[in-house]
């Protein structure tokens, strides 16, 4: 007999028992697949539960003792590169493994914000993956409790306070301190650092630039700390850095705050790569498209994101493999927007070309404008119609192999 339409929105597992001929516990052992029930019997159950058009909960499903089926992801962002990308990565992973992904946005990290978003997280049946890259995320997997299954994407731990902690991350201080050294091989008497914010006091990838400044025994500059986006590092780059000839390197705390210091520098004159360098860090898609093409440290997000939710099975099921997802490491992509530092009297001729900048100046010659040699602003440049991107260089500890 058909079922009235007005009844179908609340169809409940009884309704079901009632219908099939059974007790509603034989109804939920048929949802979870235990094998305890008679085939004929599970037909029957099957058979109901599609006429009806039953859609059991995850909660009904974790009262009758089933499996967790659910992930649900904290994060304070799904805007920014490092986080849409980890989402990505962590849906592709979930969708795989049969799971349904929820996401719930920490709003702030004040004590009220993130213990509402935990709770809402939190569902019967269900674990719980942080992003927590800020802390507003660290606030959040902090309030996390003891009995909820949790894994967590985290900046590089100090010390060892991960130790036996289902977190991943990747070696964001020993990539700073790469791209540092990397600089510093190329001849820059020093490289200034534009820092994204972090989710402890100081960043590791702060901590890694400074280091290798320390043990190349040059000087450190004051780091500048800026946002996530480029207008941040434009306006901090603009006050400190654009000006000043003696600036000739600089590693940004991702590609978002390059590009707003070398919009910076082409504002006040000065070249890139040929007057001052620029490193970013996280290889954003559009990275090898900016005109000069962005030498950044890659990360893959996205291969992370597969990893956390690895690390997730591996606390759900004692018999999985454990981190059968590798974790991927940090890579150097040498490209276009990093070289060896200015002669002297090249950044004589800088200096007067920034000057001019500053003041408002139209330097002419000639009856034309007189432009810093070799600059370039940082705009997309069009993917090439064969399909093909700029020819980038990637660095690794094994050495250089050159790519395209």
């Not at 941040?232 to 780059?237: E, Y």
């Amino acid at each position: 007999m058909p079922v009235p339409s007005d009844r179908l929105a609340s169809v409940s597992i009884r309704d079901v028992a009632n219908e099939a001929g059974v007790s509603h516990q034989t109804v939920s052992r048929v949802i979870n697949g235990s094998p305890s029930v008679k085939e004929s019997t599970r037909q029957v159950v099957l058979d109901t539960i599609a006429r009806l058009d039953f859609r059991p909960n995850r909660a009904a499903r974790a009262l009758a003792g089933g499996p967790v089926q659910s992930v649900t992801v904290l994060t304070s962002n799904t805007r920014q590169y490092g986080f849409a990308a980890a989402l990505e990565g962590i849906e592709e992973a979930t969708r795989a493994a049969g799971f349904a992904l929820g996401v719930r946005v920490v709003e702030s990290g004040t004590p009220g914000d993130v213990r509402d978003a935990v709770e809402r997280a939190i569902e019967p049946a269900g674990a719980l993956i942080v992003i927590a890259y800020d802390r507003a995320g660290i606030a959040a997997l902090r309030a996390v409790p003891p009995d909820v299954p949790v894994a967590a994407m985290v900046e590089t731990p100090s010390g060892d306070e991960a130790a036996g902690k289902p977190w991943v991350w990747i070696d964001d201080r020993k990539a700073a301190r790469d791209a540092t050294n990397y600089l510093l091989g190329l001849g820059h008497k020093t490289v200034h650092y534009v820092s994204i914010p972090s989710s402890t006091s100081t960043s590791q990838r702060m901590l890694g630039w400074r280091s290798a400044l320390e043990d190349a025994g040059v000087s450190v500059p004051k780091p500048l700390q800026a946002g996530w986006d480029p207008q941040s590092g434009s306006q901090a780059a603009q006050h400190k850095l654009a000006r000043d000839p003696k600036v000739t390197a600089v590693l940004c705390g991702n590609d978002d705050l390059a590009i707003g210091v070398m919009r910076a520098m082409h504002q006040g004159g000065r070249a890139i790569p040929d007057d001052v360098s620029i490193v970013g860090f996280d290889d954003t898609p559009l990275a090898p498209f900016y005109i000069p093409a962005l030498t950044t440290v890659r990360q893959d997000f996205v291969a992370l994101g597969k990893a956390c939710f690895a690390k997730l099975l591996s606390l759900l099921d004692a018999n999985a493999s454990q981190d059968t997802q590798p974790w991927p490491q940090a890579e150097l992509i040498v490209r276009e927007s990093a070289g060896p530092p200015p002669l002297p009297r090249q950044r004589a001729s800088v200096q007067n070309d920034s000057l001019r900048a500053a003041t408002g100046a139209d330097a002419r010659d000639g009856g034309r404008r007189r432009r810093a040699p070799g600059t370039r602003s940082p705009t997309p440049a069009p993917a090439a119609s064969s399909g093909v991107g700029p020819e980038q260089t990637r660095k690794t500890a094994k050495g250089v192999a050159q790519s395209t």
